[in-house]
């Protein structure tokens, strides 16, 4: 039996990527600073100074080339959450997923919610997740953003897709 714990910061955003189909499996290269690059995280610029370090790598934890320690920290904080909530990198990512459920999955709720738990969290959904996906996913008369979408990013927001336990 192994404790829960959370991913390391190149797998949250490498998951990310890979559960929307935008993760470019090319080797080598060089490096970037732009999150919303389709690249392994593994190619995410570390610099020891300056201002081309990523937030994103700070907020989880990433490995900080400035210092000499034995092991990675692992907090646990609220701007982590706010991070998954509200930056257009995650949000880009749900509407990937989205699009991404819409071309392989039956147009039909219960089979999109079921491709949906399939591909982000690797397990069929309870019939309860079933039914509350059927209900956020009818139709809305106030034009909205999409409700798919919607959908993907609360699944994405999950301890379940950041956790291994």
Do not use: W
Not at 10 to 22: G, K, P, T
Not at 73 to 99: E, M
Not at 154 to 162: A, D, G, M, Q, S
């Amino acid at each position: 039996r192994m404790n829960r714990r959370r991913l390391d910061a190149e797998a949250i955003r490498d998951s990310l990527l890979a559960v929307s189909c935008r993760l470019d499996p090319a080797r080598g290269g060089p490096p970037f600073t732009d999150l919303a690059v389709p690249r392994r995280t593994l190619y995410l610029m570390s610099a020891r100074t300056g201002a081309n370090t990523s937030d994103f790598g700070r907020l989880f934890d990433r490995a900080d080339p400035s210092l000499i320690v034995a092991q990675r920290g692992q907090s646990v904080v609220a701007p982590q959450a706010l991070f998954f909530l509200n930056d257009p990198f995650v949000s880009g990512t749900a509407k990937a997923l989205a699009a991404r459920i819409v071309k392989e999955a039956p147009a039909n709720a219960k089979a999109r919610i079921k491709y949906l738990y399939a591909l982000a969290l690797g397990r069929p959904p309870t019939k309860g997740e079933i039914d509350l996906g059927a209900k956020l996913l009818a139709p809305s008369t106030t034009g909205g953003p999409d409700p798919l979408e919607r959908y993907c990013h609360l699944v994405l927001c999950t301890n379940e897709f950041l956790y291994i336990d």
